[in-house]
C-alpha cells in the first residue's frame, strides 16, 4: 500500500469492516466462554464474594469470561438492586472487573495475525461438525478469537496509513502534549461505542504501527477507562439507592484512578519503556501491560478502602438503604437478559421466593379467618392475590424474555423450572381466595362449623402450611431428603382429605344434620385444601423434574397449563 496524502484516500472500509470483525469476534468470545462456564459463574458470585479480595477475584474472572468490564459492572449493580448482594461485594467486583478487562488486550499482545486465519478454520470446523452443545461453544470460542485478531489486522494496515495525512502528525504532537485532550477523546468515543477492548485494541494497533506516542497512547487508554462507566451508569437508572451509590463509585473510581495517572504520565510513562525493556515486549504488549498495570494498582490502593468508600457514598447519597425486597417492589433488571441469563434467571427465583412468602402469609391469614371471623383476614388475603397475580405476569414475562436467549440445556432446564414453580404458586394464591371466599359465604349466612370439623380442618391446614414451606425449601436448596419427606407428607394430605370427607358424610347421617350453606361447602373446602398441597408438592418436583418447555416455544402454555394441574 502507497502512501496516503489525504483523509478520502484511507481505506476507510478496511477500518470500518475490521472494527465490526473485531467486535463481533469479542462479542462472540464472551458470549460463548459465558455459555461454556454454565452457571459456574452465577455460583462463584454467590459463594465466593464475601471476601473483597475473593470478590475482586470473582470480578475478575467474570469479565475475563464476559469481555466486558461494563457487562461486569451492570451484572454487579443488578444484583445489588434486586437485593442479591450488598455495595461492599459489589465494590470488591467492580475493582476486579477494571483488571478482567485488560485479558483482551493482552490476548492482542501476543500478535498472532498470521495463526489468527488457522485458528478460526479450526474454531469453524469444531462448531460445524460438534454435536455437543460445550463442544459447539468451544469452537465459538475459538472463532470469537479468531475474528478479534483478524478485525485487528485489517484495521491496522488501513490506520498505519494515518500517519502520512497531513496534520495527523500535528495532532498527535497535541495529544502527547496533552494527555488529557487524549484522555477526553477516548471517554467519549468509549461511551459512544460501549467497548473499551475496542479502544485499547486500536490504541495497541496504532501504537504498534508508530502512528501514535506513548503518552498519547496512554492518554487514550485512561480515558477508555472512564468512557466505560456509560453503561453502568444508565443500569442504575430508576434502580434502588445502593444500586446508584454503586453506579457512582464505578465512575469515581475510574475517573480519580485515570486522573492520578495523568498526573504522573511522565514517571509512568518512562516506568513503561523500562519494564518493555526489560520484559522485551513488543509494541501491542507494551500497551497491554501498561492498561493492566494501571487497573491493578487502582485495585490495590481502593481494595482496603471499600469501608470508607461505602461510608463516602453514603454521604454522598443519604437515605435509607433498604436492600430486602418490598412486598410488590421486586427488581427484575431488563439489561441482564442479555448480558447474564444466568444472574437474570437468579433474579427471576429471588422473584419467585418473594412470591413464595406473599402466598405464605396468605394461606396463614385464610387460617386465621376460618378461626377468627375477623374480616380483615379476608380482605388481606384479596390484596395479597391481586399482589400475586401483578408479580406473575412481570416474572412471566421477565422469563420469557431470557427463554428467548441461547440458552444452555442446563440453564433452559432452570428457566422451565422457574417457570412452572411461579405458576404453581400463582395457582395457590387463587385457591386462598377461593377459601376464604367459602368461609365468608357461611360466617354471612350467620352459621359455624362443627367443633370437630373445624378441628378437622385446623389438622388439614396444618399439614398444608408445613408441606408448603418444605415445598419453598426444595426450591430454595435442591433438598432431596426434604423432597422424600414431602412425597410421604402429599400421601398424608390425600389420606386425611380422603377421611376428612368420610367423617363429614358420616356425622351428616349419624348426627342427621340439615344441609346448610356449611355442610354444602365442607366437601368443597377440603377438596380445595387437597389441591393447594398437590401445588406445594408440584414445587418441589418441578425442581429436579421440570416439564421441558424450551425447543417448542408454542408448547410454552400447554407445559405450563400440565405444570399446574391440581
Given at each position: 500500500m502507497g502512501e496516503v496524502s489525504s483523509w478520502s484516500q484511507i481505506d476507510w472500509h478496511f477500518i470500518a469492516g475490521g472494527l465490526g470483525l473485531f467486535l463481533f469476534g469479542v462479542k462472540l468470545m464472551g458470549d460463548s466462554l459465558t455459555k461454556f462456564a454454565g452457571t459456574k459463574i452465577r455460583d462463584y458470585i454467590e459463594k465466593y464474594t464475601s471476601?473483597?479480595?475473593?470478590?475482586?477475584l470473582v470480578g475478575i474472572v467474570m469479565t475475563g469470561l464476559i469481555q466486558s468490564s461494563s457487562a461486569a459492572t451492570v451484572i454487579a449493580i443488578s444484583l445489588v438492586r434486586s437485593g442479591l448482594m450488598g455495595m461492599s461485594q459489589a465494590i470488591a467486583i467492580i475493582l476486579g472487573?477494571?483488571?478482567?478487562?485488560?485479558?483482551?488486550?493482552i490476548l492482542i499482545g501476543f500478535q498472532l495475525d498470521y495463526l489468527a486465519y488457522f485458528i478460526l478454520l479450526v474454531g469453524v470446523f469444531l462448531a460445524l461438525m460438534a454435536s455437543k452443545k460445550k463442544t459447539i461453544y468451544l469452537g465459538e470460542i475459538i472463532i470469537g478469537f479468531g475474528l478479534l485478531f483478524i478485525g485487528l489486522n485489517t484495521m491496522g494496515d488501513a490506520l498505519k496509513e494515518l500517519q502520512y495525512i497531513p496534520g495527523f502528525s500535528d495532532m498527535v504532537v497535541r495529544l502527547s502534549r496533552q494527555p488529557i485532550l487524549a484522555a477526553l477523546i477516548?471517554?467519549?468515543?468509549?461511551?459512544?461505542?460501549?467497548?473499551?477492548?475496542a479502544i485499547v485494541g486500536i490504541v495497541q494497533t496504532?501504537?504498534?504501527?508508530?502512528?501514535?506516542?506513548?503518552?498519547?497512547?496512554?492518554g487514550l487508554v485512561f480515558g477508555a477507562n472512564i468512557g466505560t462507566t456509560v453503561t453502568a451508569a444508565l443500569?442504575?437508572?430508576?434502580?434502588?439507592?445502593?444500586?446508584?451509590?454503586?453506579s457512582l463509585f464505578h465512575f469515581l473510581f475510574n475517573v480519580s484512578v485515570s486522573i492520578f495517572f495523568l498526573a504522573i504520565i511522565g514517571p509512568y510513562e518512562r516506568f513503561v519503556v523500562y519494564m518493555s525493556e526489560a520484559l522485551h515486549l513488543n509494541d501491542m504488549m507494551t500497551i497491554a501491560v501498561a492498561h493492566f498495570t494501571f487497573n491493578f494498582v487502582g485495585m490495590l490502593i481502593f481494595l482496603p478502602l471499600i469501608p470508607k468508600c461505602v461510608l463516602l457514598l453514603k454521604k454522598i447519597m443519604p437515605g435509607r438503604d433498604d436492600l430486602t425486597l418490598e412486598l410488590g417492589k421486586i427488581q427484575l433488571d431488563e439489561a441482564m437478559v442479555q448480558t447474564f441469563p444466568a444472574g437474570a434467571l437468579s433474579q427471576a427465583k429471588a422473584a419467585i421466593l418473594q412470591v413464595s412468602d406473599i402466598v405464605l402469609e396468605s394461606l396463614q391469614d385464610s387460617k386465621q379467618y376460618?378461626?377468627?371471623k375477623d374480616k380483615k383476614y379476608f380482605h388481606e388475603v384479596n390484596q395479597l392475590e391481586d399482589m400475586v397475580n401483578s408479580l406473575d405476569t412481570?416474572?412471566?414475562?421477565?422469563?420469557?424474555?431470557?427463554?428467548k436467549q441461547s440458552l444452555s440445556e442446563e440453564l433452559a432446564d432452570e428457566y422451565s423450572a422457574s417457570l412452572q414453580v411461579q405458576k404453581n404458586f400463582e395457582r395457590i394464591g387463587d385457591l386462598v381466595q377461593n377459601l376464604?371466599?367459602?368461609?365468608?359465604?357461611?360466617?354471612?349466612?350467620?352459621?359455624?362449623?362443627?367443633?370437630?370439623?373445624?378441628?378437622?380442618?385446623?389438622?388439614i391446614y396444618e399439614l398444608l402450611i408445613h408441606m408448603y414451606v418444605n415445598g419453598v425449601d426444595v426450591y430454595k436448596g435442591g433438598d432431596h431428603h426434604l423432597y422424600d419427606v414431602m412425597k410421604e407428607d402429599e400421601n398424608n394430605l390425600n389420606y386425611l382429605e380422603y377421611e376428612l370427607r368420610a367423617s363429614h358424610f358420616r356425622r351428616m347421617t349419624s348426627q342427621h344434620e340439615e344441609a346448610t350453606v356449611t355442610t354444602s361447602l365442607f366437601v368443597d373446602i377440603l377438596g380445595t385444601l387437597e389441591r393447594i398441597g398437590d401445588h406445594a408438592f408440584n414445587i418441589a418436583r418441578l425442581t429436579f423434574d421440570p416439564i421441558k418447555t424450551h425447543g417448542e416455544k408454542s408448547l410454552v402454555a400447554e407445559d405450563v397449563r400440565r405444570a399446574t394441574a391440581g
Open positions: 471476601n473483597p479480595l475473593m470478590a475482586v472487573a477494571n483488571i478482567g478487562t485488560t485479558v483482551t488486550s477516548g471517554a467519549v468515543v468509549t461511551g459512544v461505542i460501549q467497548s473499551s477492548s496504532l501504537y504498534a504501527t508508530k502512528s501514535i506516542t506513548l503518552v498519547a497512547a496512554l443500569a442504575s437508572v430508576g434502580g434502588s439507592l445502593a444500586a446508584r451509590r454503586t376460618l378461626l377468627t412481570k416474572i412471566e414475562s421477565y422469563l420469557l424474555k431470557i427463554s376464604v371466599e367459602y368461609f365468608e359465604m357461611i360466617y354471612d349466612s350467620g352459621e359455624e362449623f362443627h367443633k370437630e370439623a373445624m378441628d378437622e380442618l385446623i389438622s
